[in-house]
């Protein structure tokens, strides 16, 4: 029975548009700059084999041939041609980048949630393994677990979402913390409603807005350490990725060669995508609530990627 | 819970985490199939070669036996000895990361450099587009690949600059009976292409602490006594803005010396710099364990240390960080 | 953050660069401008100097120019006396008597037979334990004596065809710098790091006075060499980590030369006039594989070479050579390269890429192809042809390789899946489990020969699982020629042998051969006597005879 219907608790209910985040977010530049180039991204992996000039496997000239009228941005070190490949590209580093972070977001909201509802030991031995995890360097780590695994699309998902949870279960157990004082939780919990029940029905719904956003600043990390993890030659070869576009390009010598045209587009598009990405998740994060304290500027805990800096922090 | 027992605490932490690294080390390396006997294509590596070999690399013994091993002689100091040419692990962990050490540090020079000029124009032109621009163009440089960042430098700067692209010395200066002079610049013009990559890289960071410690002192009240005891808003600033940031500059410090030493492993592999990332990412290919086990934790401890004494100097920060 | 920290941070930043020295001590080196000395770079990894422990090639290229070795081969790729002048052999082939020249170490100390001889016996004695690595080239070898300090003895146990060839890899070392190290019981000879006690005593063209494997080690001319006097003062040989920094170094002349150019690297680098670049010969071929092994558990339809020969006809080797190798290689058809010739087989050419015959091929084969195009095996247990291709990553351009296979294999109705892992990994799942080869279906790898193909030969041997073998195959017609071969001392009749062996495995196609690589090499100009790399491990010539001309 819903906690509306016991007629005990009503849970604030309000139209999606009126709420305080859509608002704040509607008016934040950040947002909407962060959201259209996310749509555009998002419309060019979906619509790509309709929309590339050439197919992904077709050979259309010679290795690194210079830009021209036919080939806007030159072909790649396979004679391919660099704008579809580029189109391509967004399908795999988008799905890399949304399947990450869905990993992390699940490992660590689950972590964080049951840290903050549960307390005491559970949450000492939960924030223990978090920390250590936290501690041990990214990087050298997903090396060694690709060269163990393989390089497939789904390992390298995996490793991702793996040792990026850490920072959305801290996130995520403040929150928890924060929800499980409130008043309403406490009466429901005294009426005998179980544990279940009150953090699927209270504290995730309270939760949730705060794990979007991370979930969309997770997916800018994940984009971003793909395309290191490519560059180690650990990524996933049938899988064109923006990352593996820049390593191809560089294990086959574009650089002494030349070919500025198979290096350079595909790592301003991951700049752009996860500059955009990082905006829309911070507006989101300030506009659930700007007295959250949530810390991304430097200060705390640094992986492979900081918290990127926010232009509207600290102000 | 009070200061000192939270130092004494997060002290004891670090040390464990350490071990706890060190022990992960030894599982996951060796959780990967096949050893550094497993390949060999040669001519003179027969099989009776690969048995014997992985007799004397001990790899013939239980997993288990072998980290038994592991944490004897890691108690006594001792890393090992690198599987690829049988000598000790530790010294050839040190030149490695002498060498990475004053790139991190020319690194982060550079960061600090740009922060302050890009912070300094954010606050003087509050609120107009010279002020986003710097700002953003900090996010805009943190989020390019690293590696990406290190291939543009080597295609567009380094020709015109006159900037070598590869390790960390020219191995032929030593001919020329070269002066200490010589030897340095060498040095120097090696390190810059690199430490140049992490300074564009981290430099985000930078500019916005010191764009919030001057917005923070312009609008303090000192600042009209200040001036009206005679001295200039430069002075006033240059006093107190920057003391109000060098407490949050230095922990920063700090915690990028803990991430680059890992974060390095790019630029290295970008640069050829033989330092502790490329050695690191060499030693996984190679299946050398013990040298891998020894560069991690090499790495883990500073990441560990560097944080800590991050966290310490957070203390002093913001005190009610202590739970 | 004030000024004075600015400094201290400057200050240290200095410091901590005036110690961040090479990784060997510096001795200060000058080399005579008039000898010279040519700075040569490689991508090749240096693993140890010391011979018990090194296996890869550039620790062997090495050792070649600075121990003395009885032959080595000249530049038509034939055996020639090096330390040798002339040698015998006895009737039954038992017995090979050598003329050594007279000559010095480096440390001044003279070179005779007796070194040779206690070398040899020495990794005799231990051959089973810290001298294994040594061993095969002195295989069947029982004893080794010097009656005179010129006069050389080695006694085997069978009439070996390739004795010389195995010769040209048996370092001398220095008795009386080695004899201390190994003791009675040769304990701790592994452990022994000359790269640390520099420098190194040789007796060949040159020896090593400066060694650091992740900088440049230098070689210079030892006064004391037997042969004739190298035109050079020095060889310096510095490793990069990756081709790109090597190219730029040779391009800003800070390297003379380059033995490995990458082929997409070749057309470009040779156009700015004042390098020149030389597609030589390669050893390398590129090779798919088919798992052979009796017991493999699924889809076994792959053994059957009727099968395999329909899929031999696509694999486009003229795309792979224009994109991958951009046009520095040859087609091949067998494991043996010219390089040995006469013993390569002529008459087998490789299979024509047609894929029309590929395909009518598997239509009559049975193999009828489903709603979604891929074909499906004939009969009971009917699966799609979906196989899982093994490739590692060590192998340059393997990932363009494998993507022409793929596409080709597509239009045939066959889907190729890649699985890409670094070499030992890759080779753990080609052997899983436990050696037995159960698991894998296909392979892409490639094989380094030597001149004498006995080694070649040796890897599709029975005996070779869990050892070279990366196919599986066993066959012992095969294995009985090879054994013959071993033993036949009339090249003519070897070489009738060595033909029928190739025919085989053509036949049964356990490797689909793809293309040997030219070995394609750089150097500045102002150069002369130059010689292809693919015999710096083979022979003191190419620095022997190398000499700067500006």
């Keep these: 029975m819903s906690a509306q219907a016991e007629g005990l608790v009503v849970a604030p209910r309000r139209r999606l548009r009126d709420n305080a985040v859509v608002v704040a977010l509607r008016g934040s530049h950040q947002a909407i700059f962060g959201g259209a180039v996310l749509s555009v991204v998002i419309l060019i992996a979906l619509l790509a084999p309709w929309i590339a ?263 | 819970m009070r200061s000192t027992e939270y130092v004494v605490r997060r002290i004891a932490f670090a040390f464990a985490t350490i071990f706890v690294a060190a ?139 006159g900037l070598p692209t590869n390790g960390i010395s020219d191995p032929y200066l030593s001919f020329s009976n070269p002066s200490l002079w010589a030897e340095f610049t060498d040095r120097l013009s090696h390190m810059v292409l690199p430490s140049l990559t992490l300074g564009l890289v981290l430099f985000g960071e930078y500019t916005l602490i010191t764009r919030s410690a001057l917005l923070e002192t312009f609008g303090e009240d000192y600042v009209l006594t200040a001036r009206a005891k005679g001295l200039t808003t430069w002075q006033v600033v240059r006093t107190h803005a920057f003391r109000n940031s060098l407490l949050p500059i230095t922990t920063l410090i700090f915690i990028s010396l803990g991430f680059i030493t890992a974060g390095s492993i790019l630029i290295e592999a970008v640069f050829n710099y033989p330092g502790i990332g490329l050695l690191t990412y060499q030693s996984v290919f190679q299946k050398d364990y013990p040298m891998l086990q020894g560069a991690f934790l090499v790495i883990t401890a500073s990441v560990v240390i560097a944080n800590l004494i991050a966290d310490l100097l957070y203390i002093k920060l913001d005190p009610r960080i202590v739970e | ?194 790269g640390a006690h520099l420098p190194i005593v040789g007796g060949g063209s040159f020896y090593v006075t400066k060694y650091d494997k992740k900088g440049t080690t230098i070689l210079t001319r030892n006064p004391g060499y037997y042969g004739t006097r190298p035109h050079l003062d020095a060889v310096g040989i510095s490793w990069f980590a990756n081709s790109d920094a090597m190219i730029a170094a040779l391009k800003s002349n800070d390297l003379d030369y380059v033995d490995s150019v990458p082929q997409t690297v070749a057309t470009t680098l040779g156009k700015s006039g004042d390098i020149q670049v030389i597609p030589g010969p390669g050893i390398e071929v590129r090779d798919f594989g088919f798992n052979s092994s009796p017991k493999k558990k699924k889809n076994r339809e792959l053994l059957d070479p009727k099968l395999r020969a329909a899929l031999s006809h696509a694999f486009d080797r003229k795309q792979m050579i224009d994109v991958v190798w951009r046009g520095l290689a040859q087609p091949r058809a067998t494991l043996v390269t010219p390089l040995s010739s006469p013993y390569m087989n002529t008459k087998l050419q490789p299979e024509k890429y047609d894929l029309a015959l590929a395909n009518s091929m598997l239509d009559k084969l049975g193999y009828k192809r489903g709603s979604d195009g891929i074909r499906r095996t004939p009969g009971a247990n009917s699966h799609p042809m979906s196989y899982g291709v093994i490739t590692p990553t060590s192998v340059q351009g393997i990932n363009r390789e494998f993507a022409i296979v793929r596409d080709s294999f597509q239009k045939i109705g066959v889907k190729l899946t890649q699985r890409s892992y670094d070499a030992t990994t890759a080779f753990t799942e080609i052997t899983k489990p436990n050696n037995k080869y159960l698991d894998f279906d296909m392979m892409m790898w490639d094989w380094l020969g030597y001149f004498d193909p ?97």
């Excluded at chain 3, 000249?74 to 000559?103: C, E, M, N, Q």
């Excluded at chain 3, 070649?456 to 017609?477: H, R």
């Design chain 1, 53 to 315: 000039p050439y197919g992904e496997h077709e050979r259309v000239g010679e290795v690194f041939e210079p830009p021209s009228s036919a080939h806007w941005l030159g072909l790649d070190d396979g004679g391919f041609d660099m704008v579809s490949l580029m189109m391509f590209g967004t399908r795999v580093s988008l799905i890399v980048g949304f399947s990450a972070a869905l990993v992390a977001m699940l490992i660590g909201g689950s972590v964080g949630i049951i840290a903050g509802f549960f307390g005491g030991r559970t949450d000492t031995l939960l924030m223990r393994i978090t920390d250590y995890f936290i501690s041990i360097p990214d990087l050298p780590l997903m090396i060694v677990v690709a060269a163990v695994w393989g390089r497939s699309l789904r390992n390298i998902i995996l490793i991702i979402g793996v040792i990026y949870w850490t920072s959305t279960a801290r996130v995520v157990r403040a929150q928890v913390k924060s929800v499980r004082e409130r008043g309403y939780i406490r009466r429901t919990r005294v009426l005998g409603a179980s544990n279940m029940r009150l953090i699927v029905r209270h504290v995730l719904p309270q939760v949730a807005p705060l794990l979007v956003a991370t979930s969309v600043l997770m997916v800018a990390y994940a984009i971003f350490a793909e395309t290191a993890i490519a560059f180690l030659g650990l990524g996933d070869p049938s899988a064109t990725s923006w990352g593996l576009l820049i390593e191809n390009a560089f294990a086959r010598d574009a650089i002494t060669v030349g070919a500025w045209w198979a290096i350079v587009p595909p790592g301003i598009a991951v700049a752009i995508v996860v500059v955009a990405l990082t905006m829309l998740g911070t507006a989101i994060e300030d506009a659930l609530n700007p007295r959250l304290r949530v810390s991304h500027v430097s200060v705390r805990r640094f992986k492979l990627r900081a918290a990127p800096p926010r232009p509207e922090d600290e102000t």
């Design chain 2, 23 to 161: 022990t992960l080390n030894f599982v996951i390396f060796r959780a990967a199939p096949g050893d550094a006997t497993t390949a060999m294509r040669c001519l003179s590596c027969t099989d009776e070669v690969r048995a014997q070999l992985r007799q004397e690399l001990g790899l013939d013994k239980s997993k288990f036996q072998q980290y038994v091993i592991y944490l004897k002689d890691l108690a006594h100091g001792d890393l090992g000895r690198s599987f690829q040419n049988r000598q000790p692990v530790l010294p050839q962990l040190w030149q490695p990361l002498k060498n990475t050490l004053p790139m991190l540090l020319l690194g982060t020079f550079f960061s600090i450099l740009f922060g302050l000029i890009t912070g300094v124009v954010a606050a003087w032109r509050r609120g107009t587009l010279p002020e986003r621009l710097s700002v953003w163009t900090g996010l805009a440089f943190f989020s390019l690949p690293t590696q990406w960042l290190g291939i543009m430098l080597i295609l567009y700067l380094a020709d015109p600059l």
């Design chain 3, 1 to 194: 953050m004030n000024a004075r920290r600015l400094l201290c941070l400057i200050a240290l930043a200095l410091a901590a660069v005036a110690t961040a020295a090479p990784a060997s001590p510096a001795a200060s080196e000058k080399a005579a401008k008039d000898g010279g000395i040519v700075r040569m770079g490689t991508t090749e990894p240096f693993d140890s100097m010391n011979p018990f422990v090194a296996f890869q090639a550039i620790s062997y290229e090495v050792f070649t120019n600075v121990y003395p070795v009885l032959v080595q081969y000249d530049t038509h790729f034939k055996l020639i006396g090096d330390w040798a002048k002339s040698w015998t052999t006895s009737k039954d082939g038992l017995t090979w008597t050598f003329k050594v020249k007279p000559g010095k170490w480096s440390d001044g100390k003279p070179l005779t037979a007796d070194d040779a001889a206690w070398t040899g016996n020495t990794i005799l004695k231990f051959k089973k334990g810290a001298a294994a690595s040594l061993a095969p080239f002195i295989s069947h070898a029982t004893k080794l004596s010097a009656p005179d300090p010129t006069t050389l003895v080695i006694k085997y146990d069978k009439a070996v065809a390739n004795v010389l060839p195995q010769l040209e890899q048996f370092f001398i070392l220095p008795r009386h710098v080695w004899e201390p190290i190994v003791g009675s019981a040769a304990k701790g000879l592994k452990d022994y790091d000359p």
């Design chain 3, 454 to 550: 006995d080694y070649i030969l040796s890897v599709v041997g029975c005996d070779q699982y869990g050892g070279w073998s990366d196919t599986a195959y066993c066959n012992p017609a095969y294995d009985k020629l090879y054994q013959q071969q071993g033993v036949t001392l009339d090249p003519e009749k070897r070489q009738q042998i060595v033909w029928k062996m190739q025919e085989i495995l053509y036949r049964d196609k356990p490797y689909i051969q793809l293309a040997q690589l030219k070995l394609v090499y750089a150097f500045r100009n102002g150069w002369t006597g130059i010689a292809p790399p693919i015999l710096n491990a083979s022979s003191k010539l190419p620095w022997l005879n190398l000499q700067k001309t500006s």
